[in-house]
């Protein structure tokens, strides 16, 4: 039973490189979310989508891209990294809107 | 005013003790909330949910003050595995639903 599923597990970048988190999950859920957690800060609301087809914007979406061609894939996009994009990066899925959500074992990212 | 506050602590409590954290929440709409644990550099798993006013599991309970909008986390008996950050978690009560995280209360069992 895989759940929510996240590659890579770590990754470096140089400033300016982009690249693309993968997320999956195989639970059906609708509800899907991309976190960042920085020390102190707790998690932050990236982007989130509703179902397949619709996304929508959190807290801190600045630099960040996403789309959900499928309910299975969520998969998160820097477009141009930067050092303030270093951080640890959660994806989570939810049943239902407002319910608990179940975690990947996240990404390290580290931009240099 | 935070829509989730926690004290950070650390809470620092040797094996055996009983100890307690609070997560107040501004919205007096709330109807659901969360606790969950984060280990070092691991992802949160959810430990408990609350849809009225408790939740008991184990050695775990949690207690929901609706007057006075917050939810406690009490643990009896703390084992060394019991070491982790606590996070509190509160649904906004918009169309979104989106989950609001308290910044964590870290606990420390020591032997």
């Known amino acids: 039973n895989a759940g929510v599923t996240q590659t890579p597990k770590f990754q470096v970048l140089k400033t300016g490189q982009s690249m693309t988190l993968q997320c999956a999950q195989d639970?059906?859920?609708?509800?899907m979310s991309w976190y960042r957690q920085d020390p102190g800060m707790g998690l932050r609301l990236i982007h989130y989508s509703v179902g397949a087809g619709i996304t929508d914007q959190g807290e801190v979406p600045n630099g960040y891209n996403v789309s959900r061609s499928t309910t299975e894939d969520f998969p998160l996009r820097l477009l141009s990294a930067a050092p303030s994009q270093t951080s640890v990066y959660f994806c989570?899925?939810?049943?239902?809107?407002?319910?608990?959500?179940?975690f990947g074992q996240g990404t390290r990212l580290t931009v240099v | 005013r935070k829509e989730v506050e926690q004290d950070p602590g650390p809470f620092n409590v040797p094996e055996g003790a009983t100890v307690a954290f609070n997560c107040t929440y501004s919205n007096s709409a709330s109807q659901s909330f969360f606790w969950y644990r984060q280990d070092c550099r691991k992802e949160p798993k959810l430990l408990m949910s609350?849809?009225?006013s408790g939740n008991e599991d184990g050695r775990f309970t949690a207690q929901l003050n609706r007057a006075s909008q917050y939810i406690s986390l009490l643990i009896r008996d703390s084992k060394l595995s019991d070491s982790a950050t606590y996070l509190c978690v509160v649904p906004r009560m918009d169309s979104s639903y989106k989950l609001i995280f308290g910044s964590g209360t870290r606990l420390l069992v020591r032997p």
């Open positions: 989570a899925s939810s049943p239902r809107l407002g319910d608990e959500a179940f």
């Open positions: 609350v849809y009225s």
């Open positions: 639970m059906n859920h609708e509800y």
